[in-house]
Nanobody, 120 residues
Framework: QVQMEESGGGLVQPGGSLYLSCTAS????????MGWYRQAPGKERELVAR???????DYADSVKGRFTISRGDAKNTVYLQMNSLKAEDTAVYYC??????????????WGRGTQVTVSS
């Protein structure tokens, strides 16, 4: 019922920037939170940044001051501005949304992921 579509990943040199975008679509009644998660080889998936419907944000300590999450005006989009990228940021980045569908059932939807590679 709810699909997530990410874009913006790619290969970038250390110190560079990338801008990730994600759009949720489907039979959505409300979205309570959207966020970005990442998973590097051999590691568990971790929260990168999250924003709630109330506007509060959370960031992983490793990205504070470098990454900025924001919601679009339509509230079904979320962005991640990534600056001063490091090799340690290399991972598959997944977009997530949680909320209620038009059937009033809770949804927790994930995108397929977009690869971010930071390398010289």
């Amino acid at each position: 019922q709810v699909q997530m579509e990410e874009s913006g990943g790619g290969l970038v040199q250390p110190g560079g920037s990338l801008y990730l975008s994600c759009t949720a679509s489907g039979f959505i009644f409300s979205i309570n939170a959207m966020g970005w998660y990442r998973q590097a080889p051999g590691k568990e998936r971790e929260l990168v940044a999250r924003v709630t419907s109330g506007g509060s944000t959370d960031y992983a300590d490793s990205v504070k001051g470098r990454f900025t999450i924001s919601r679009g005006d339509a509230k079904n989009t979320v962005y991640l501005q990534m600056n001063s990228l490091k090799a340690e940021d290399t991972a598959v980045y997944y977009c997530n949304a949680m909320g209620y569908g038009t059937d009033y059932k809770v949804f927790d939807s994930w995108g397929r992921g977009t690869q971010v590679t930071v390398s010289s």
